[in-house]
């Protein structure tokens, strides 16, 4: 514990604080927290108004430290009480003891702290103190003959080198926050201008992609898939493209993790389905071959209850045969909750869905759970593909999936094949599939509408002769 000589240096005890009393009834007024007697979020952001102000009057600088500590839930289920009344006295109190006299500390929410810096002197004080508060918070917490080790991270931003307002410089501190609790546990970041636009950069995507789904915004983009040994076309894997009026094209790697942050995934997965959905149908009204389109879908999205009701209500809509439509989940997503992924499979594997493991060798590669998934299709990552031709241990990984998969009774499929070497090898293990830069980049709906065409063409060209 703090000792309390510690505590009081500042000539009060941090999380002991005298409140104002209320109205009748009531136990505190809205500045103050009520489990901890702490200032609260009111009142810091009163007390950063007035920083900013005399900063700003006497051409100085002040400082806000957002401070997060990880591990009140971990506290609430392993040892089966209550932590705000536990962790959080104690957290201010060793926060307090690391700041001086005149610096506000605060209480914002169940896991996080703000500390007020006024009138620095210079910046590195910001930085040197978020570094004494990290020592002291990360050493332990320990109240009721509880001890445990506390993961804490420190956002810190300075008015007015990065913000001119009291809620600008909290965004930016926020910034700051986010990017030490990125960087792992016990970390401090000061503010810069780079996490600044990227953070901004999300915020636009977040904002603008649920109006980019509902306006139909976003568009599809087809990789074609080959057959290893004739290198015709048949299928493909739908690619999901947003072009941002403001920012331009945005990779999918980023406006899907953004999806999946901002709980937007499942309505990108739909628009994703149906589109692919009216696609099939437009391609069999033109009397084009049934190929098989595999769409990937989240792991939220395949976990939840209706996915295989919703599913099956678009291929009924847009009147395509189930087979025309294969699910790819990736094998980490899968994993996730097994119990869940299997349900899922069974049910859609009785609507006549095709379901394919995506990106294997990326992740767990459990061959267990490989046996009690019995997907149809084992897609082997791009990361193992590419090294083919100089990685003899890489060839026999490859080669060893391949056999494995066949006495599964699995079809599959090599992603990310560019040289025509790895599509010789492939070729010679028995792989069945493959995609990738070499055969075909990937095709706008128009474009795989005319592979589709010369497919059935060829087929003409076949049974003629």
């Not at 104002?20 to 809205?30: I, L």
């Not at 009140?72 to 009344?85: G, N």
């Not at 636009?197 to 789904?213: K, S, Y």
């Not at 769409?295 to 939840?304: C, D, E, P, Q, Y």
């Amino acid at each position: 514990m703090v000792e309390p000589r510690q505590l009081r240096r500042s000539g009060r005890i941090p999380g002991r604080l005298v409140v104002r009393p209320g109205a009748r009834g009531q136990d505190t007024v809205a500045e103050y927290s009520v489990a901890t007697a702490m200032p609260d979020r009111v009142a810091f952001g009163r007390w950063l108004d007035q920083a900013i102000a005399q900063a700003r009057l006497a051409e100085g600088s002040c400082a806000v430290l957002l401070i997060h500590v990880a591990d009140f839930r971990e506290v609430d289920e392993v040892f089966e009480v209550r932590a705000d009344e536990i962790l959080a006295q104690d957290a201010g109190a060793l926060a307090q003891a690391a700041l001086e006299p005149h610096d506000f500390l605060a209480r914002l929410a169940r896991d996080e702290f703000a500390v007020g810096v006024p009138e620095m002197v210079h910046h590195g004080r910001a930085q040197e103190l978020g570094s004494r508060v990290l020592g002291s918070l990360a050493e332990f917490v320990a109240s009721r003959g509880l001890q445990m080790q506390i993961a804490v991270n420190i956002g810190i931003a300075t008015y007015p080198r990065d913000a001119q307002t009291s809620e600008s410089l909290m965004q930016a501190a926020r910034v700051s926050l986010t990017e030490a609790r990125q960087s792992g546990s016990n970390q401090v970041r000061l503010f810069n201008s780079a996490a600044g636009e990227r953070a901004r950069r999300t915020r636009v995507i977040r904002r603008d992609l649920w109006t980019a789904i509902q306006d139909d915004a976003l568009s599809l983009q087809f990789q074609p898939k080959f057959d290893a040994r004739r290198r015709n076309v048949v299928g493909a894997e739908a690619l999901c493209r947003w072009r941002h009026p403001a920012l331009g094209q945005v990779s999918p790697a980023e406006f899907i993790a953004v999806a999946e942050q901002s709980s937007q995934i499942d309505k990108l997965d739909d628009w994703v389905i149906a589109s692919v959905c009216r696609h099939v149908r437009q391609w069999q009204d033109a009397g084009l071959p049934l190929v098989p389109v595999a769409i990937n879908v989240s792991g939220l999205r395949f976990a939840s209850r209706n996915f295989p009701q919703y599913l099956l209500e678009q291929i009924h809509q847009h009147d395509i045969p189930p087979s025309a439509i294969t699910l790819e989940i990736t094998e980490t997503a899968a994993m996730k909750d097994i119990a869940k992924s299997l349900e899922t499979l069974a049910e859609l594997q009785s609507l006549g869905i095709q379901v394919a493991l995506d990106d294997f060798g990326s992740g767990y590669s459990s061959l267990g759970y490989l046996k009690r998934l019995r997907v149809g299709t084992l897609k082997i990552d791009r990361t193992l593909i590419g090294g083919l031709d100089a990685d003899a241990q890489g060839r026999a990984i490859v080669a060893s999936m391949v056999a494995l998969a066949h006495e599964l009774r699995m079809k599959v499929v090599a992603e990310g094949v560019e040289s025509n070497s790895q599509l010789e090898l492939l070729n010679e293990m028995g792989c069945d599939e493959v995609q990738g830069y070499l055969l075909s980049l990937p095709l706008d709906a128009a474009g795989f509408a005319e592979a589709l065409a010369q497919k059935s063409a060829a087929r003409e060209v076949q049974s003629v002769r």
